[in-house]
Every structure is written in structure tokens, then in C-alpha cells.
């Protein structure tokens, strides 16, 4: 099962928005509602920020937003702070009920 | 609080085997499946393994399926991941992780450290 492809990188000023893209396939993020979206900061365990592609946990945000077109899933960060400066990672259930996470996208706020 | 704290990391050789712990706290752990997640130094998350709640049903990525086995004991709250044949590859800050929902990893533990070397 291959990592799902995120962007190594993306980056924004203080207060613009900015998209993470996940590509997989019609096995893993095409086939399924099973999204879900991680935040990593240094030296600490990944937090949930979204999950079933679109659903925010209580406590997250507002600014973090989850969609999904075809075999590619997004997350948007509007407003973007200071405090959103961190790694992002994807998974997705796949068709073997094996899970899959993304390459993982260091977001940098200018 | 829910808790999750895993234990049984450490130095091993090549070829070794090594069990890791997760023990569970403020939730009803019978209830939930959970996963084992680990992270090389400096690299990404990888999913390796699920059990059920009811540990009637086991998943392992490709990497690890035939050499670690995922186990629990829902008496004691606690999974198990026993890691045999390990390689240097094996070498990760290993996670145990909760699903409410599929995919939906909600409480994460803080990790436990396994490093293969001779």
C-alpha cells in the first residue's frame, strides 16, 4: 500500500488561506467517506483536526475545513495564524481494510 | 481524562523480538478498535495494524503483516503489539491510537521509542 501524495510544503501570511491536497486512488480516498486530516506539531503525537472527510472534532477550529473531489481530498486553513505552523497528514480506509497515511505537508507561515 | 500510554520500548538487535504495551484510561476500552501507528526519525506516519474491539478481527500493513501481531486484553484495558524478527527498518516512535468511527483517530498515546541496532 503506497503512501498517499501530499505537497511536501506549502506555505501563507498571516491571515490568508491555503489548501493541502491527498491523492490517492479509487481504493482508498475515491471508494470511501473515511478521510481524515492530522496536525503534528515537533515532538508531540499527531491531533485529529478532521475526520470522515469533512467533520471537525469539538474544539477544532473552524478555520480547518475538509472536502473531497474523485480520489483527491483537501484541507483548507483560513485565517491562517502563527499557531497552524506544523505538519499535516492525511489517511484514508482502503478497499483491504488496511488504513493509509499521506507523505505528510509542512506548512510554513510566513 | 482518556488516556492512552504506551511502554515497552528500547534498544534491540536485529533479528530480536520486543512487546510493546498501550494501556487505556477514562473511556471504556472494550467498547472501541484500536491501531498501532509508528514514525521513523524524521519521517512520516504509518498505519501498521488494527484490532477490533472485541479482538475478533486483526489488520496488518504489508510492512509488518507475518512478523508483529496485535493483540488485547480487554480485562486489563490494555493492547499489545508483539514485534518479532525486527529489522532496522523497525526502528520508530510507535503509537497507540483509538477509532470511534473508521479512520477516526482520536486519542493518541504519547509513543514509545523501539530502536534496532546491533
Known amino acids: 500500500q503506497s503512501a498517499l501524495t501530499q505537497p511536501a510544503s506549502v506555505s501563507g501570511s498571516p491571515g490568508q488561506s491555503i489548501t493541502i491536497s491527498c491523492t490517492g486512488t479509487s481504493s482508498d480516498i475515491g471508494g470511501y467517506k473515511f478521510v481524515s486530516w492530522y496536525q503534528q506539531n515537533p515532538g508531540k503525537a499527531p491531533k485529529l483536526i478532521i475526520y470522515?472527510?469533512?467533520n471537525r472534532p469539538s474544539g477544532v477550529s473552524d478555520r480547518f475545513s475538509g472536502s473531497k473531489s474523485g480520489n483527491t481530498a483537501s484541507l483548507s486553513i483560513s485565517g491562517l495564524q502563527a499557531e497552524d505552523e506544523a505538519e499535516y497528514y492525511c489517511?484514508?480506509?482502503?478497499?483491504?481494510?488496511?488504513?493509509?497515511f499521506g507523505t505528510g505537508t509542512k506548512v510554513t507561515v510566513l | 481524562q482518556m488516556q492512552l500510554v504506551e511502554s515497552g520500548g528500547g534498544v534491540v538487535q536485529p533479528g530480536r523480538s520486543l512487546k510493546l504495551s498501550c494501556t487505556a484510561s477514562?473511556?471504556?476500552?472494550?467498547?472501541?478498535?484500536v491501531h498501532w501507528v509508528r514514525q521513523a526519525p524524521g519521517k512520516g506516519l504509518e498505519w501498521m495494524a488494527v484490532?477490533?474491539?472485541?479482538?475478533?478481527?486483526?489488520y496488518y500493513s504489508d510492512s509488518v503483516k507475518g512478523r508483529f501481531t496485535i493483540s488485547r486484553d480487554n480485562s486489563k484495558n490494555t493492547l499489545y503489539l508483539q514485534m518479532d524478527t525486527l529489522r532496522a527498518e523497525d526502528t520508530a516512535l510507535y503509537y497507540c491510537?483509538?477509532?470511534?468511527?473508521?479512520?477516526?483517530?482520536?486519542?493518541w498515546g504519547q509513543g514509545t521509542m523501539v530502536t534496532v541496532s546491533s
Open positions: 484490532i477490533w474491539s472485541d479482538g475478533s478481527t486483526k
Open positions: 489517511n484514508s480506509h482502503t478497499s483491504r481494510n488496511l488504513y493509509v
Open positions: 470522515e472527510v469533512s
Open positions: 477514562g473511556f471504556t476500552f472494550s467498547n472501541y478498535g
Open positions: 491510537t483509538r477509532d470511534p468511527t473508521p479512520g477516526t483517530f482520536d486519542v
